[in-house]
């Protein structure tokens, strides 16, 4: 997830390496190798096309260069792993992370995990983390393939279907069952095209403009794009609201789901999250999980349908398992792992970490920079590095069960203190995902032309979406339980 470079009050071109707004930057640590186009140039060619400009930076001037984009200000991307392994083990406390996340505030307000800091962010943390780890995670399962059967159901023999909108059906039904704990009825036949239509602002770079640029985010009568994202805004509030209230009111201890788990969330005070908090952190994770692992989802199955050879390795994995085959063992097959690795790994959803921005001047592998210009590790260029994963436009799932890489080397998910939280979740659902369709369905592509990386909002994925058709439904094998093993 790919959220700011910098606040407004950061560097602009004629002031690189003297001020950052109001806060003066010490000239004897210059920031690195600035690439030299002006900074209009730059903010168009990232907006534009992120991974090039990203690419060019690195031909130009190696594991460490400074961007500087118009009206964002500066940051120094770095893709040096040693560097990167520094960065991520530093104490936290060094850096500011939320505060170069506000951007996204207008949708999420000022107060869910991704815009806080210090003691405020390891808090919230605390009270999210252990509803996505552990076995808690496990009991997720059987939604999830319920949820995996009843999107892959509607694919036709013969009738081309889209995969990254199928991948995000999917993706919303997991969240609204699992996080939201929404049951089928009015609110959940509600909740589904409002959350779509609501993140639709995000998919495209036109869209994602009225984010980026603020003057556009006012209220133009009921047509306007801003007017329209507000509105379904307070309504996803008022329905999520709902929900809660009729928790409060219920009091069924049986529920599993994650929004149950929050409410009954105390930290060391004793003190749960107010309602609104709650909302919040809901559509901060719908935002931060549901086209995250769609993208994922959609570039592993396009990938693994053009390799043949792919597609027997790990179904004869998954028949090893012979009356097994439930969903527990199936996270654990280490083909299977290695496939959803490698789609990881070739297609990062963000292209860049979190900004960190140093509060003072730190020096890590030897290089001093200045504080308060955000230090930005690249997923991509260090994904796309030669001398780690050679051949590296290559799909080649086999690196993964060939070498272990270091979490400076590969980290699809971040590092340090803010690590992905929906990590896990977000492999299972592709875990389960890839086994349930590879075990019941012969597939291809219908572009004739490979599928572009590009920007899709703040997100990173297919340019265009993903053209498949089912060729012929294999024999369905017996599915199994996760609770009782027992074949149903
Ligand atoms: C394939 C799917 C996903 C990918 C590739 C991904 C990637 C990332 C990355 C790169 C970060 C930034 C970490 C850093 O800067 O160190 C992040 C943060 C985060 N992700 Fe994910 N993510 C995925 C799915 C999910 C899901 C399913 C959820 C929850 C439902 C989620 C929730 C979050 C949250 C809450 C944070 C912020 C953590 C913090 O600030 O402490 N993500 N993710």
Redesign the pocket.
Known sequence: ??IKTVDDAAVDSSTVGNTTGNTTVDNSNPLPNRLPKPPIQQLIDWIVDPVRYQVQGRQQFGDVFTANLSGLGSMVVISDPKMIQEL?SCDPNKFD??RG?TLISPLLGTT???M?DGEA?RN??KL?MPS?HGERLQTYAQQIEESIASTTQQWQPGKPFAMLTAARQL?LKI?IKV?FGVREGERYDELTPLMRAWLHVLDSPFRASFIFLKFLQRDFGQWYPWTRIQKRQQRLHELLQAEIDERRASEDSDRTD?LSLLMAARDENGQGMHDEELRSELL???L???E??A???SWMLYQVYQNPAIIDRLRQEIASLGDNANPLAILQLPYLNAVCQET?RMY???T???P?IPKEPITLAGQTFPEDVPLV?S?YLVHYREDLYPNPHEFRPERFLERQYAPSEY?????????????A???M??KLALAHVVQRYEMLSVDSRPVALGRRGFTFGPQTDVGMVVTSRRKAPNSVSVASGQVQ
């Open positions: 997830m790919e991520l992370i939320g996340n869910t995990l991704l806080l962010h919230k943390r999210l996505f993706g969240i996080v994650i901060m994770l719908l931060a999980g549901h995250t692992t993208i994922s989802i990881l990062p959803v963000a860049l970490l979190f960190r590790p997923i980290f699809p998910f971040g590092g340090g203190n803010r690590r992905c939280i929906g990590s979740l977000a492999q659902e592709m």
